[in-house]
């Protein structure tokens, strides 16, 4: 069954040309079942790019899905038309009333920045401490992961000697795991991040199951013991082209930034990038879906 957004979105568009099945709110309403209710909080300043990769992968779902698109009002977002976010959108405020089956929050550029500088930190805070009681699953990715690891863990972040950027190799360390459930024992995933996370710190937290590492990046998919919460630090919902959009962004900047790894074929910025994570990308918000948050959250939302 499809996701529900509304038409005017503009990923709706890009989800149409590639045959993703999408339903219209006028076509949900005649549906008598209990869609699953989902909210991306979405920190990133390409938020139509954003938008659009993690709608195309919580399109395979077993049952329809509400997305509820949230922003955070005490950031001022530069890289986006108010227009977009007082259509589609909305604030915490106008959502913390509400229960949700499961919950996304994305990556953010300012992972270079102590946590408690970045200018939302205090609204994404409650949002975390909210989520206790009114989310059943939650799925941070990248920044996310670390503020969520540093939250509700205590485990900090620490700068990179260079930035991980590139396309890396990963082994499945708990196959029968749900979450990962269907991934080959070694896989691909991409990385763009300054900062890495204390991996001592993870192993001596009992409440922490690593699912997935590199050996270059580290951990890469973790669970809390209770499956409630999970933390991605790479970018499996990343595009084909990402990488090579953030590369050229950084050299049209006059910034010093490397090739990334393992990522063009034959390390060729003119050729064309191999995409090598698609599959367990769809496995992996799949999964989630289906394990953690339809099989799991009760059927009325306020049990939660």
Same mark, same amino acid.
């Given at each position: 069954?499809?996701?529900?957004?509304?038409?005017? &979105?503009?990923? =709706?568009?890009?989800?149409?040309?590639?045959?993703?099945?999408?339903?219209?709110?006028?076509?949900?309403?005649?549906?008598?079942?209990? !869609?699953?209710?989902?909210?991306?909080?979405?920190?990133?300043?390409?938020?139509?790019?954003?938008?659009?990769?993690?709608?195309?992968?919580?399109?395979?779902?077993?049952?329809?899905?509400?997305?509820?698109?949230?922003?955070?009002?005490?950031?001022?977002?530069?890289?986006?038309?108010?227009?977009?976010?007082?259509?589609?959108?909305?604030?915490?405020?106008?959502?913390?009333?509400?229960?949700?089956?499961?919950?996304?929050?994305?990556?953010?550029?300012?992972?270079?920045?102590?946590?408690?500088?970045?200018?939302?930190?205090?609204?994404?805070?409650?949002?975390?401490? +909210?989520?206790?009681?009114?989310?059943?699953?939650?799925?941070?990715?990248? +920044? *996310?992961?670390?503020?969520?690891?540093?939250?509700?863990?205590?485990?900090?972040?620490?700068?990179?000697?260079?930035?991980? /950027?590139?396309?890396?190799?990963?082994?499945?360390?708990?196959?029968?795991?749900? &979450?990962?459930?269907?991934?080959?024992?070694?896989?691909? *995933?991409?990385?763009?991040?300054?900062?890495?996370?204390?991996?001592?710190?993870?192993?001596?937290?009992?409440?922490?199951?690593?699912?997935?590492?590199?050996?270059?990046?580290?951990?890469?998919?973790?669970?809390? =013991?209770?499956?409630?919460?999970?933390?991605?630090?790479?970018?499996?919902?990343?595009?084909?082209?990402?990488?090579?959009?953030?590369?050229?962004?950084?050299?049209?900047?006059?910034?010093?930034?490397?090739?990334?790894?393992?990522?063009?074929?034959?390390?060729? !910025?003119?050729?064309?990038?191999?995409?090598? +994570?698609?599959?367990? =990308?769809?496995?992996? /918000?799949?999964? +989630?879906?289906?394990?953690?948050?339809?099989?799991?959250?009760? /059927?009325?939302?306020?049990?939660?």
């Amino acid at each position: 069954m499809p996701i529900r957004i509304s038409d005017a &979105l503009p990923a =709706a568009k890009t989800l149409e040309m590639e045959n993703i099945f999408y339903m219209t709110e006028q076509r949900a309403l005649s549906q008598d079942i209990r !869609p699953l209710e989902i909210m991306i909080v979405n920190l990133m300043p390409t938020k139509i790019q954003t938008e659009t990769q993690l709608l195309r992968l919580l399109s395979n779902t077993p049952l329809q899905v509400n997305i509820t698109l949230v922003h955070t009002a005490s950031h001022e977002s530069k890289n986006i038309a108010k227009s977009h976010l007082d259509t589609f959108y909305l604030t915490f405020d106008e959502i913390s009333h509400r229960k949700f089956d499961g919950m996304i929050v994305t990556g953010a550029p300012v992972e270079m920045m102590p946590f408690e500088e970045v200018d939302y930190w205090p609204e994404l805070c409650r949002i975390f401490e +909210w989520s206790r009681t009114h989310v059943y699953s939650s799925l941070f990715i990248c +920044w *996310a992961a670390q503020a969520a690891l540093y939250v509700y863990h205590g485990i900090n972040k620490y700068p990179l000697k260079e930035k991980m /950027f590139g396309v890396f190799d990963h082994k499945t360390l708990l196959p029968f795991h749900p &979450l990962v459930r269907g991934f080959n024992d070694r896989f691909y *995933a991409p990385h763009s991040r300054h900062t890495g996370i204390d991996e001592e710190a993870v192993a001596k937290d009992e409440n922490l199951i690593v699912l997935a590492e590199g050996e270059t990046p580290g951990p890469l998919i973790l669970a809390h =013991a209770d499956s409630r919460r999970f933390y991605v630090t790479g970018h499996l919902e990343y595009d084909t082209e990402t990488l090579a959009g953030e590369y050229e962004r950084d050299l049209n900047r006059g910034l010093s930034i490397r090739m990334p790894d393992h990522y063009f074929q034959n390390d060729d !910025p003119s050729m064309q990038p191999v995409n090598r +994570w698609k599959c367990n =990308a769809n496995l992996l /918000f799949g999964n +989630w879906l289906n394990y953690f948050v339809y099989q799991n959250t009760p /059927f009325d939302l306020e049990k939660i």
